[in-house]
């Protein structure tokens, strides 16, 4: 064998361990220690960007900040849904997620490299930091889940983050230790041969 066999078998763990896990399944009550919060965030630093943009941006809420937070997602949404497609129980189920979870985080995209890198690999690398955070997450038994709610693309979520025009919030990125009991879910996926299309050399 000329790969390292224990290391391909720990990744490929990780990787499919890794799952989402929502608001609701996490203890809000736990703190996320401060040593493990640096590291998951060393750890998304480390995600690979073209030019060395490295355009990932956290804002990061804890403790009473979640609650600006939620009451920013209410007012946002009520102010920019159009009438008929407004739901008040969306408005609040959406509104108590940043409660359930011990930290939520802000996934920012912030525009450094100009015209050079293209807007879609800037989102990328920043896909690929939040994979990295996600996966260091799950690997330790913590409870993580990336969402994405409209709102969040409003010019108005953006400068209440304090970021710029041009740069954009992927998501919100949620945080917690499971509650006592929670039975880790397992993956599901159709066949990833489903996905391949192998070009065979020298058919031409
Ligand atoms: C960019 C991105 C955005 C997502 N946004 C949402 C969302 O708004 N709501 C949601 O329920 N799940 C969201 N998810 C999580 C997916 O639902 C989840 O990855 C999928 O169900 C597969 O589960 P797994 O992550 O446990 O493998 C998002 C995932 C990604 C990568």
């Known amino acids: 064998m000329i790969y390292d066999t224990e290391s391909l078998q720990s990744i490929t763990n990780h990787i499919r361990h890794r799952r989402s896990i929502k608001p609701m399944d996490m203890d809000a009550t736990r703190l996320v220690e401060p040593a493990l919060l640096e590291i998951l965030f060393e750890n998304a630093n480390h995600a690979p960007t073209h030019g060395l943009t490295e355009p990932w941006r956290f804002h990061v809420f804890q403790g009473e900040a979640r609650r600006d937070l939620s009451n920013t997602m209410q007012r946002i949404y009520r102010e920019t849904t159009p009438a ?3 739901r008040e129980d969306k408005m609040r189920k959406m509104s108590e997620n940043p409660l359930l979870a011990a930290v939520v985080i802000a996934i920012g995209m912030e525009r450094r490299g100009g015209a050079k890198i293209p807007e879609m690999e800037e989102i990328e690398a920043v896909a690929c930091a939040v994979q990295n955070m996600h996966l260091t997450a799950s690997a ?8 994405t709610p409209p709102l969040l693309a409003t010019g108005e979520f953006i400068s209440w983050l304090g970021m710029r025009e041009g740069d954009r919030c992927l998501g919100l990125f949620y945080m917690g230790w499971p509650k006592e009991n929670f039975v880790w879910p397992k993956a599901h996926r159709t066949p990833v041969g489903e996905k391949i299309t192998w070009h065979e050399e020298n058919k031409s």
């Open 84 to 86: 008929n497609e407004f």
């Open 140 to 147: 330790v038994g913590l409870a993580a889940y990336w969402s």
